[in-house]
């Protein structure tokens, strides 16, 4: 029995699996059962029913987004299907795996993802660096549509898809779904306001489903082995395996499919190989750059998506940053407001004004000249830039690391104000 | 001069596009429903081309696409790998997000600075490099990581810095 079905089929000294090796390990059968008989709508129950929920960060359930697609003789014709693969989340090194070990399983999965809302053109939204993902990517594409499984007629079920493989040029805020719309429509890529939800007015208008790359590689499984096999997988309450990393001082760093609901303390001392001798563990962000610091009295929680959201964080991409007692947190946390600041896209004001001096504070603090006002200045703007204030969650991301680090390690900025120096630096 | 001036120097500096460059844009039309969502694409086709995106360029694909040029020049400053200046033969995108920092990739940085004396947003002397830094490149079990041109190198350290920088010398 399929246990990782995301990367069953990955081994990157072999590189990616072609076509014809692909179809060997039960590539493509998703396919023939859409060709047997499968409806659209029946697709869509068993995705809903699977429980998948979104892997791109907010975790959103899958088939309850598709659900939202208008259908029947009254809707656009024209519907597209768009795979969110701009990952630029910091720390987050999950989808580039999945498209350099196994191009065809994503591949497969916009084949599904398309036929149940019904489709006709797909597009991949690749973000520039990602030139390995790219090509593995062409090349699978290509083989796709010499065994007709794209193009017109698919398997002779009467359906037809392209998909046009787009690479973007380098801006974190495509991750955003509307902005990602209108970098598609060769716009600057600043967010759309919601309502109305791409769902039903997306690209040009069209009503458009937008998914991120590991939620779509796990759609051939669901269709394949059936929504029984999918609960089986889990470990806690939240359905299904998933990518979890880990970065920073461990000794083993990378990237490994467990199922969800796996402990905490499991993936960073059995699988990461603990922290590196002589560390200690001081905190971590649970999944990627925009969630909340963690602690290590957190490390019993489970990776689940509840769970982490009990303790005021967020599964989100499910790839950890490890904090050791030798990183200096106010340092980290000044890293993460650089990087917020400088990708911000610039269209709200709180956010395009926000995280430039948010930033500058840090590196006052970094310069030895930090001080107590400067201090409530960040946790003012743990509120001004927080949900609710901006346009998009580009600003409330940001206010997550800031506004956990500041409560976890206040006594470390007190220190950089007190001795006017950061105290970890020898 | 007069704003109508200025637009209609705009259009006569505009340079021509190569044959190469028109068909590659051609090719990306068909894909879109808008032949101005290529306005990107033909940005990046033009770059990969001459290296950068000259005023000429933009305002050529401006012209070709029938997008008004401070459109384009928004959609043209707005993405970080368009360039819009003149680089060096090896474009270095140094990624300086939090898992790279934490492991290191300001003393990199640094050392690419001693060795090729530039910071970042510079070309060397010898035009060689462009020193650039990037957002998270999502190779964070590998870091500190970089690109050169197409390439990714991980695990950077100051030995691998020597040979990477050797490495592109001689080609």
Known sequence: MVTKPLTKNIDMERGPLDISGYQAVDGYQSIQVIAKGLSPQGALELVKASGLKGRGGAGFPTGLKWSFVPQGDNSPGQKYFVVNADEMEPGTFKDRLLMEGDPHLLIEGVIIGSYAIQASKAYIFLRGEYTVSERALKKAIDEAYEKGYLGSNILGTGFNLDIILHTSAGRYICGEETALLNALEGKRAIPRAKPPFPQVSGLWGKPTIVNNVETICNLPGILIYGVDWYHGLTKGKDHGTKLFGVSGKVNTPGCWELPLGTPIRELLENYAGGMRDGLELKGFLPGGGSTDFMLPEHLDLNLDYDEIARVGSRLATGTMIILDNETCPVGMVGNLMKFFSHESCGFCTPCRDGLPWVDEIFNEFENGCGSEKDLEILHEHVDYLGPGRTFCALAPGATAPLGSGLKYFAEDFHRHIKEKRCPYKH | ?171
Not at chain 2, 30 to 41: C, F, H, P, R, S
């Open chain 2, 1 to 171: 001069m007069t704003s109508s001036e200025l637009i209609a120097s705009s259009t006569t500096r505009a340079r021509k596009l190569s044959a190469e460059e028109i068909n590659e844009i051609e090719h990306e039309i068909t894909l879109y429903a808008d032949k101005k969502a290529v306005g990107l694409e033909a940005l990046k086709i033009v770059q990969k081309h001459q290296g950068w995106v000259s005023d000429e360029s933009l305002l050529a694909i401006s012209k070709y696409l029938d997008i008004p040029g401070s459109d384009l020049e928004g959609v043209a400053t707005f993405f970080n790998l368009v360039f819009r200046r003149p680089v060096g033969k090896n474009v270095i995108l140094l990624c300086n997000s939090v898992s790279c920092w934490i492991m290191g990739c300001d003393e990199i940085k640094d050392y690419i600075k001693e060795r090729l004396a530039i910071d970042f947003g510079e070309t060397s002397k010898d035009g060689e490099f462009t020193l650039l830094p990037v957002p998270c490149l999502g190779d964070c079990d590998r870091a500190p990581s970089m690109m050169v041109g197409e390439n990714l190198h991980r695990n950077l350290t100051r030995d691998k810095i020597d040979e990477i920088i050797q490495q592109y010398r001689n080609r």
